[in-house]
């Protein structure tokens, strides 16, 4: 098949987000397929000033043809929507100038898409919530396979996007509860859908002791890998894992991987690493005792699905709805609500090595069931097919 | 033994022994704190971070802010001749670097109060919590 990816932003040195799933999903079709990317020439997600050079390239053996952005966003005007918006409320016209006063406005792509449709078999749009996406989808609804990565904000209740649902052929979900969500907003059942996520290049081995050794950590940790910012709930877990500390005579420190936004408190027990390449970040996973994930809003963790294919068990927040359910079909992490129950579920997975042992290998069995590549890959095939099907 | 756990079982273990030494469950504590806060009229959703209209980079001042005008085709023609005017500009007042320092002390009160914000939930909970064990501890004690 002859597939057109459709992405915000797209490059090897973006990491994480839509932008690294639609990368890794490219990469992983085109052993089987044709593939191009169709992308902005952004890098910053917040401007999207031009970084890169427009035209066709190569980015990891892909083909890729960028567009320019023709407006950068204006900081002062798109807050001033935002808040009139979602706030106050609005009509189809005021959510179509905030969506193309978020951007990346590069009306090139879909131009490029609607004279060259004929060109692909199917088109992946990545993340519903940008212009290049809702445009993409309006210029080619019958050959579009949508990955939304929503996430419950007020931004999916829009009404533009509540219609722009029942567009693609088919929707590949990241989650059950992205699905639930989408659906409870725009009832969109009769396009095919299936949760698929994404896979994760695991290591062909790990080596714990080399961890421990290189940055001196011989007690048991608990580990966090992610932005270190109090959106992601860290605040919140520095205060918890404190506590946990003043309240216990066991050694336990609490690793952390990844760069910080936000002022970190200055604790022995707690252990800033900054960021780590992917080989390290593995070794820590195979060290520690548990990861712990206390962000309330993810559509979908990849690092948790990593220390699952690992072997460790999960603590994650129950606010966040993915997590939760995630470790609840999983039957491979705990979660908390409050210190009361974060300190409980320390106390089991700390001090019951059964438990835990068995959290983790029913986490490794739920990755290999739902997230290796190959039944990722079986999953798009799937889509695509219905795609095609479709449009025929 | 895999087929033996069932997280959700755990959990209610946990809630049920937690509650039991609380004298209440999670959804009477956190009614008990909302009570507390209801004077508060515009007191933070308890657990409910990020604080979503402020956070990101989209809320504050730019340098950018200072050249931008909002006006349609006027402000295009304005915003021309202010690029062609902002080096003799900055010649004589570098406005962009205090605008630069704005920013800074937006961003960083921003997160402080969001902390704040933090801090007042958690402890209103931890406050109902506590008031509601110590009722339990009474009445027992009765």
């Known amino acids: 098949m002859r597939l057109g990816f459709v992405v915000q932003r797209y490059g090897l040195e973006i990491g994480g987000g839509a932008e690294l799933h639609c990368r890794w999903v490219a990469e992983h079709l085109a052993k089987y397929h044709r593939v191009e990317v169709l992308t902005t020439c952004a890098y910053d997600y917040i401007t999207w000033a031009n970084h890169y050079p427009p035209g066709p390239t190569q980015v990891g053996g892909v083909p890729v043809r960028r567009f320019r952005t023709w407006l950068q966003r204006h900081p002062v005007r798109f807050g001033r929507l935002s808040q009139r918006l979602f706030e106050d409320g609005g009509d189809r016209g005021l959510e179509l100038r905030w969506l193309r006063s978020e951007g990346p406005f590069a009306p090139g792509l879909t131009r490029y898409l609607k004279r060259h449709r004929s060109d692909y078999d199917a088109v992946i749009l990545f993340s519903y919530r940008y212009y290049t996406t809702y445009h993409a989808l309006h210029a080619c609804p019958e050959r579009a396979l949508l990955v939304p990565t929503a996430e419950p904000d007020p931004v999916v209740r829009l009404g533009i996007f509540r219609e722009a649902f029942h567009r693609p052929r088919a929707i590949a979900y990241n989650s059950v509860e992205e699905r639930e969500l989408i659906q409870a907003e725009s009832g969109n059942h009769e396009v095919a859908g299936e949760v698929v996520g994404v896979g994760t290049e695991l290591p062909q081995q790990t080596d714990a002791q080399r961890f421990r050794q290189r940055y001196e950590l011989l007690d048991p940790f608990l580990l966090y890998v992610g932005r270190i910012d109090q959106n992601k709930g860290c605040a919140t877990l520095f205060e918890y894992f404190l506590r946990y500390r003043e309240g216990s005579r066991r050694p336990l420190k609490l690793a952390l991987i990844g760069k910080a936004v936000m002022a970190l408190p200055r604790h022995p027990d707690i252990l800033p690493l900054g960021f780590l390449g992917e080989q390290d970040k593995f070794d820590a996973l195979a060290a520690c005792e548990l990861l712990v994930m206390p962000s309330p809003l993810e559509s979908l963790s990849m690092v948790t699905l990593e220390a699952w294919a690992l072997g460790k068990p999960a603590l994650v927040n129950a606010d966040c709805p993915v997590l939760k359910g995630q470790s609840i079909r999983s039957n491979a992490g705990l979660f908390y609500r409050n210190y009361d129950e974060f300190a409980a579920c320390c106390d089991r997975l700390l001090t019951q090595p059964d438990l835990s042992r068995t959290l983790g290998q029913n986490g490794r069995r739920y990755f290999h069931d739902h997230y290796r590549w190959e039944v990722i890959e079986a999953k798009y095939e799937r889509l695509l097919q219905a795609v095609q099907s479709g449009a025929a | ?142």
């Open chain 2, 1 to 142: 033994m895999a087929e033996l756990i069932n997280v959700l079982e755990i959990m209610r273990e946990i809630r049920a022994e937690i509650a039991r030494r609380r004298g209440a469950d999670e959804e009477q504590i956190l009614e008990y704190a909302r009570l507390k806060l209801r004077a508060w009229s515009s007191a933070p959703p308890l657990r409910a971070w990020p604080a979503p209209q402020r956070s990101g980079a989209d809320w504050n001042v730019s340098e950018e802010t200072l050249w931008r005008s909002t006006r349609g085709g006027l402000g295009n023609l304005l915003m021309w001749v202010r690029r062609l005017t902002r080096p003799l500009v900055k010649l004589f007042a570098n406005l962009e670097a205090l605008v630069h320092r704005q920013r800074a002390i937006n961003a960083e009160q921003d997160q402080r109060l969001t902390r704040l914000e933090e801090l007042a939930s958690n402890l209103a909970v931890e406050l109902a919590r506590l008031q509601l064990e110590l009722q339990a501890r009474a009445r027992e004690e009765k």
